[in-house]
């Protein structure tokens, strides 16, 4: 049989259960949100009153990043509002593409047959489009629900349909295909970063199996932080544009 770099856009499918079929992404993305809730009951479980450093510092960051979203929303309480959402979708993010480079992720599975196709159980979870889209979706639907929230049906809606002047109503028109587009961009920035980034690293082990990947890897998890990041931030930014009344 003959050997190669073998690449597989979709996910797998493993099996499954009443009707809904379970992918390698599914598995990992399990993985995912289990070890942000160990992780999340073990640092809140150890604050104390009095602090230490590693608490310090921790607090630290929590405050400059709720600090930061207040300062782009001009709005300390939609801050509180938004703060959980934002680090929600920045820590999954990251720590997805993350553990990609855990031992196992995508070196252990099994074989559909005698010499037949080898199916990983597990999976980076942003190499699988229906992952970044559905995030792209969540933050897609807060965005315009915070819009029509806080400026109300009529005003938020008159961002697109403007019939003030042709001008007015051509600029409302590209206003809302690119609010639509932010699904694509958002979905396939994240998906193709990452996805790119696995190729890559599968390339330099085929032909450099054991110095190649070391820094490609190194880089991956700096892209994988700032693609989090991106996310993040971006959709920090549209919520801001959202509540924005237009000129």
């Known amino acids: 049989m003959e050997k190669g770099i073998h690449v597989v856009l979709a996910p797998e499918v493993l099996g499954t259960l009443w009707g809904i079929p379970i992918t390698n992404t599914l598995i990992t ?6 070890l942000l809730v160990a992780l999340a009951f073990a640092i809140g479980s150890r604050l104390k009153m009095t602090p230490s450093r590693f608490q310090t510092l921790f607090e630290w960051l929590v405050a400059f990043i709720y600090d930061y979203v207040a300062e782009v929303l001009e709005s300390r309480e939609l801050a509180r509002r938004f703060f959980p959402l934002l680090v929600t979708l920045f820590l999954f993010i990251f720590t997805a593409n993350l553990i990609e480079f855990t031992p196992g992720i995508g070196s252990v599975g099994f074989f559909r047959s005698w010499g037949g196709e080898f199916v990983p159980l ?3 979870v942003n190499t699988d489009l229906n992952v970044t889209l559905a995030l792209a979706v969540i933050a897609f639907v807060v965005i315009e629900i915070t819009g029509i929230a806080v400026l109300g049906a009529l005003k938020y809606g008159s961002k697109f349909i403007n019939l003030h002047s042709p001008i007015g109503f051509i600029v409302g028109i590209i206003e809302f295909f690119s609010e639509i587009a932010r699904l694509i961009s958002f979905s396939f920035r994240l998906f193709g970063n990452i996805l790119a980034g696995e190729v890559l690293i599968l ?4 032909f450099i199996p054991y110095a190649g ?7 991956e998890v700096f892209v994988g932080f700032i693609q989090a990041a991106i996310f993040a931030l971006l959709t920090l930014f549209f919520i801001k544009i959202a509540i924005t009344p237009a000129h």
């Open 122 to 124: 597990f999976r980076s």
């Open 213 to 219: 990947p070391v820094p490609l890897m190194m880089f």
């Open 29 to 34: 993305s399990w993985i995912v949100i289990a």
């Open 203 to 206: 390339v330099a082990t085929f």
